[in-house]
């Protein structure tokens, strides 16, 4: 089926990193770039497709752990070395869940999940029922989602990029507050996080960078070019 997310991690015996995939068939598979033919593991227990992939380390485990995202409405979490092993699954969502991402949170000693839906939502892995956080402000479904440090904050911020043409950038501590709202002239697909003050959006109308400072103004774009070709906006930090 199609490829639909795509992340790399260690694998025992092997002195490079391995190649993990989410696909519409329903299953995420890991493989050894170099022998493409070689597949080292597969998860397929979700029911539709799945969307989105990433790894997180888990406590009492020397290697880190695989987490896909559903269209089946769940984000589950896998242990590589032992592909029928369910770790963990986040169903509290309504819809399909198209993407996930990991950061660190405050008083805990290990990761959490950042899952997205028509909204985005934070979970505890070793709770799955317990939903740390959750950001509303899209009025699309929210397509990728990343961590990124923010000048002044001790903690990571979230990025989401949506159907409803906007990125957004958000406080995890403090979720109705919108750090930043990017126009993108289309609908948002996927974030690449450059450096922390970088920024880069694929939107159906093209490839935005937008470069992200400190500075006591509100937040505000300049520079702003659109066309089919890459688009470059330059925003300031609140």
Known sequence: GQVQGVATLGWPGLDHPVIVTASADGTARVWDPRDPSRELARFDGHTDWARGVATLEW?????????????DGTARVWDPRDPSRELARFDGHTGWVMKVATLRWPGLDHPVIVT?????????PRRPDRELARFDGHTGQVLDVAALAWPGLD??????????????????????????????????????????????IASSRG????????????????????SIQPDVTR????
């Open 59 to 71: 406590p009492g485990l020397d290697h880190p752990v695989i987490v896909t995202a559903s269209d």
């Open 116 to 124: 997205t839906s028509r909204d985005a939502r934070v979970w505890d």
């Open 155 to 200: 903690h990571p911020v979230i990025v989401t990029a949506s159907l409803d043409g906007t990125a957004r950038v958000w406080d995890p501590y403090h979720p109705h507050r919108e750090l930043a709202h990017l126009p993108l002239f289309g609908m948002g697909h996927a974030i690449a996080v450059l450096d922390r003050a970088t920024l880069a």
């Open 207 to 226: 490839f935005l960078v937008f470069e992200l400072r400190a500075h006591q103004e509100s937040l505000r774009e300049i520079d702003k070019r659109l």
């Open 235 to 238: 925003a300031d930090y609140p």
